[in-house]
């Protein structure tokens, strides 16, 4: 089945720093791959996604490619803000019809002004 | 457009009694699925409905039970609660079409005495 791995957390950084969390996959075929992020006490939102090969999603400085040699979509961003504390999941959705969303177990990321 | 929206916020409940939760989708979309998010579980997921059939369905007890009506809002029903119930409940809706993007509400926090 449908599987994704993810960077274990927490990870704390000062502001200002580059970020990098990794995200590998399994899947059959060509899944779509997102990210949403969770702030405190919030339901989950969309970060970004891509669904293809070679894709790059990006969306309030963070970006992710989808790489398909490595079956891998990590996350960056080149500067990050304490605003940008928050629990971050990487998940994916696989290419048939009504699947599940597959998460990971997500990265707690904490940033230090 | 309006979001997804959860009706409770918040609950309390004991052991041993029923619950059901309430999801409105986003104007148009006309698929509904329902996760479970735990610290020890993560996000798992529970069931997705589309034009009031279950279309797929993850690996719960026979407790835990949805449906949706006609215009798309849909219900999760738990029953006889244990403590191990105790979870944010998210509801995400999307179009019916592959790999379409989730948007997820801000969810139900469950906590059963």
């Known amino acids: 089945g449908n599987s994704v791995t993810q960077m274990e957390g927490p990870v704390t950084l000062s502001e200002e720093a580059f970020l990098t969390i990794n995200c590998t996959y399994t899947?059959?075929?060509?899944?779509?791959l997102f990210w949403y992020v969770q702030y405190p006490g919030e339901g989950l939102q969309l970060l970004l996604k891509?669904?293809?090969?070679?894709d790059k999603g990006s969306n309030k400085g963070f970006e992710a490619t989808y790489r398909k040699e490595t079956t891998s979509f990590h996350l960056e961003k080149g500067s990050v803000q304490v605003s940008d504390s928050a629990v971050y999941f990487c998940a994916l959705r696989g290419p048939f019809g009504n699947e599940k969303l597959t998460f990971g177990t997500g990265t707690r990321l904490t940033i230090i002004p | 457009k309006a979001g997804v929206t959860q009706t409770p916020r918040y609950l309390i409940k004991t052991r041993g009694q029923q619950v059901t939760l309430s999801c409105s989708p986003i104007?148009?979309?006309?698929?509904v699925s329902w996760y479970q998010q735990t610290p020890g579980q993560g996000l798992q997921f529970l069931f997705e409905y589309f034009s009031e059939t279950q279309r797929n369905k993850g690996n719960f007890p026979g407790r835990f039970s949805g449906r949706q009506f006609s215009n798309s809002r849909s219900e999760m029903n738990v029953s006889t609660l244990e403590l191990g119930d105790s979870a944010l409940y998210l509801c995400?809706?999307?179009?019916?079409?592959?790999?379409?993007?989730?948007?997820f509400g801000p969810g139900t926090r469950l906590l059963v005495l």
């Open positions: 104007s148009g979309h006309r698929s």
């Open positions: 891509a669904t293809k090969a070679d």
């Open positions: 899947a059959t075929g060509y899944p779509s």
């Open positions: 995400a809706s999307s179009l019916y079409r592959e790999q379409e993007t989730q948007y």
